[in-house]
């Protein structure tokens, strides 16, 4: 009489048991659920490397839009690198195709007839493919449009820079199957951050870059960062003095006690070394310099030669790896590390300080 009910419950447990495994190769399947193919101090992972719920199933969702059962078959996005701008923008270009493939069921598929900076071997060269079998297409793709739902193949138009309504809608929430936690301050960021952290994953060669650019200028941890943009973004924003961005990191020093202040400081301005240095003594300011000399430039396709294009790539992954960032939320990158953070921590106010905009996804 008292082993009866242990028995029903062994039974239960079994049956349980056994429709939880049934359902998880359902899910896996065709997908390569791999967490070492994430960047260098993944945001997906929280620090003891739990893997949240919410953050395993939107990635699962990715990689099963991007590998589907049948490639000859699957209704296909293409994504145009254009029309050119710099790496921060192109990256959230490919985070609208991204975007537009979620809500429509489709695998994203790189056009590398429409790339003139970064073409699909451009991209690849630094991070792994976004599809490992789904890369092609075969019938005539159409320009993006009310119908779009009656083609396989859709591509959007090389000057999208005003979407239609129905695309704005889905710059504000996740598509359907993947819920943003109820906590989260920002849906959308959260849900960009994890397409960014799916498209940056580094090929092994990028990896070791990031390493061993770490080791070269003394990267450590914890520590905060700055990223200060000059050059072509004064075209675009206004100017922000260095105080402006020193003064949170003053207060996150003061509140530490430390005595050894290190910032990690991305810039493409080699003059904002020199005058953070001679204006905060105190500090040590760590950054490639180099890799800022040669970003130097007003120019777009100086700036995306391979190692302009690792110095930027690394200065993103540095960031993602500071504990504390300032910088400007006009800017793409600035807004790559918040959306990327938002994945990561669901809210971001204390961990990352804007010098001028509020965030917002466009």
């Known amino acids: 009489m008292i082993r009866k009910p242990r028995v029903v419950v062994l039974v239960k447990i079994v049956i349980l048991i056994s429709a939880l495994y049934v359902l998880s190769q359902r899910l896996s399947k065709n997908v390569d659920f791999n967490l070492s193919q994430y960047p260098i101090d993944s945001p997906l992972l929280k620090p003891d490397n739990e893997i949240l719920p919410d ?3 939107v990635v699962r969702f990715i990689e099963k839009l991007q590998h589907p059962e049948d490639c ?11 029309p050119a701008c710099g790496f ?10 991204f975007i537009y493939a979620g809500w429509t069921n489709r695998t994203v598929v790189l056009d590398p007839s429409r790339g003139p900076i970064i073409t699909k071997e451009g991209w690849e060269e630094s991070f792994l493919p976004i599809s490992e079998n789904c890369t092609s297409w075969s019938s005539n793709p159409v320009e993006w449009g009310p119908d779009h739902e009656q083609h396989q193949v859709v591509k959007l138009s090389e000057h999208y820079a005003t979407p239609t309504p129905e695309l704005s ?3 504000i929430d996740p598509p359907p199957g993947v819920h943003a936690p109820s906590s989260v301050e920002s849906p959308i960021a959260w ?9 940056y994953r580094l090929q092994p060669s990028m990896e070791d870059h990031v390493r061993a650019a770490k080791d070269n200028i003394g990267f450590v941890q914890p520590i905060p960062g700055i990223q200060v943009r000059r050059t072509d973004k004064l075209r675009e924003a206004p100017y922000q ?35 953070l240095q001679t204006k905060y003594p105190d500090y040590t300011f760590i950054c490639d310099l180099p890799t800022i000399t040669r970003a130097n430039s007003p120019s777009t396709v100086n700036r995306y030669s391979s190692n302009a294009r690792s110095g930027m790539i690394t200065d993103i992954m540095l960031l993602l790896s500071c504990d504390f960032v300032v910088c400007t939320l006009s800017s793409n990158i600035c807004r790559l590390v918040y959306e990327v953070q938002s994945a990561r921590l669901w809210n971001v106010r204390d961990t990352l300080v804007s010098a001028d905009d509020p965030y917002k996804f466009f």
């Not at 849900?191 to 498209?199: A, D, F, K, L, T």
Request: aromatic share 12%; net charge positive; hydrophobic share 30%.
């Open 191 to 199: 849900w960009v951050g994890h397409i960014v952290q799916y498209i």
């Open 55 to 57: 953050n395993e199933t």
């Open 72 to 82: 000859g078959s699957a209704r296909k996005f293409l994504c145009p690198f254009t």
């Open 169 to 171: 809608r889905w710059h």
């Open 88 to 97: 921060g923008c192109m990256t959230h270009k490919l985070v609208d195709c």
């Open 241 to 275: 003095p260095v105080e402006r961005y020193m003064s949170p990191i003053e207060r996150y020093y003061k509140e530490r006690n430390g005595t050894r202040k290190l910032v990690y400081l991305a810039t493409e301005e080699p003059a904002v070394v020199k005058e």
